[in-house]
């Protein structure tokens, strides 16, 4: 593995439009390339002026962006916490675009160049092939058994639940299901320095064409009359 820290990232928000609704709770994790949480983040957020928490955000998560901490202070100090990780998350770069409302001021967090690790990516190709119903955090975990952390849509144990499904696909549990390996195809792609894989990345990463054949295959066989 490489000695690298990944930053699993989590914000409840008060809608879906960054340029609008508020931050009300974020969360992160330092874990290792192999899934170990060595620390976590988490904070509620007073939203900030001018941006709003929709009802029905607010009946899902609780929370309505009347207290926590200032989202500049806030900001500040997640910068510090995930500084030099690798971005990862499920569905991350929904997150990444709300980073930018709590950072007002201030320089951005340094990531790792562009390198990303969003499992939601991950799981598309056993999406595609009907396995999974859905890519959403919840459901696809409970489609795969993958442990479900509570209390539901809190920054925390959303950040906890995305760590357990990246366990899951990269020991092993989720490469059939998830393509042959997807999480090698992802960093050959995205990873610059994974230039030269070795024999146990080219394996998989001829286990994930296999696959990706065979959804080609199938796909195929159900045009013909």
Same mark, same amino acid.
């Given at each position: 593995? +490489?000695?690298v820290?990944l %930053?699993?990232l989590?914000l409840e *928000?008060? %809608?879906?439009?960054?340029h609008?609704h508020?931050?009300?709770?974020?969360?992160?994790?330092?874990?290792t390339?192999?899934g170990?949480v060595?620390c *976590?983040?988490?904070?509620?957020v007073r939203?900030?002026? %001018?941006?709003?928490?929709e009802?029905?955000?607010?009946?899902?998560h609780?929370?309505?962006?009347s207290?926590g901490g200032?989202?500049d202070e *806030?900001?500040? =100090?997640?910068r510090?916490?995930?500084?030099? *990780?690798?971005l990862?998350?499920h569905?991350?770069q929904?997150d990444a675009?709300?980073?930018h409302?709590?950072?007002a001021?201030?320089p951005s =967090?340094?990531?790792l160049?562009h390198?990303v690790?969003?499992t939601?990516?991950?799981?598309?190709?056993?999406w595609?092939r %009907?396995?999974i119903?859905?890519?959403?955090?919840g459901?696809?975990?409970?489609?795969l058994g993958?442990?479900?952390?509570?209390?539901a849509?809190?920054?925390?144990?959303?950040?906890?639940t995305t760590v357990?499904?990246y366990r899951w =696909?990269?020991?092993g549990r989720?490469?059939e299901?998830a393509g042959?390996?997807?999480?090698?195809?992802f960093?050959?792609?995205?990873?610059?320095?994974v230039s030269d894989?070795d024999d146990?990345d080219?394996?998989l990463?001829?286990?994930?064409?296999?696959?990706l054949e065979k =959804?080609e295959?199938?796909g +195929?066989r159900?045009?013909?009359?």
């Amino acid at each position: 593995m +490489r000695d690298v820290l990944l %930053g699993f990232l989590d914000l409840e *928000t008060g %809608g879906l439009d960054e340029h609008k609704h508020a931050v009300v709770e974020v969360a992160a994790a330092k874990v290792t390339p192999a899934g170990e949480v060595l620390c *976590t983040f988490e904070r509620k957020v007073r939203a900030r002026s %001018g941006f709003t928490v929709e009802h029905e955000a607010w009946a899902l998560h609780g929370m309505n962006g009347s207290c926590g901490g200032e989202p500049d202070e *806030t900001y500040r =100090i997640l910068r510090d916490f995930l500084e030099g *990780t690798i971005l990862a998350g499920h569905n991350v770069q929904y997150d990444a675009r709300f980073l930018h409302q709590l950072q007002a001021n201030g320089p951005s =967090i340094r990531w790792l160049d562009h390198h990303v690790v969003d499992t939601a990516a991950l799981l598309v190709p056993a999406w595609l092939r %009907g396995e999974i119903g859905s890519c959403s955090l919840g459901k696809a975990c409970a489609a795969l058994g993958v442990k479900v952390h509570e209390p539901a849509h809190r920054a925390l144990s959303d950040v906890l639940t995305t760590v357990e499904l990246y366990r899951w =696909i990269m020991k092993g549990r989720g490469r059939e299901k998830a393509g042959g390996g997807p999480e090698i195809k992802f960093l050959l792609e995205r990873w610059p320095a994974v230039s030269d894989p070795d024999d146990e990345d080219r394996a998989l990463l001829l286990r994930r064409d296999a696959a990706l054949e065979k =959804i080609e295959r199938g796909g +195929r066989r159900e045009k013909k009359p």
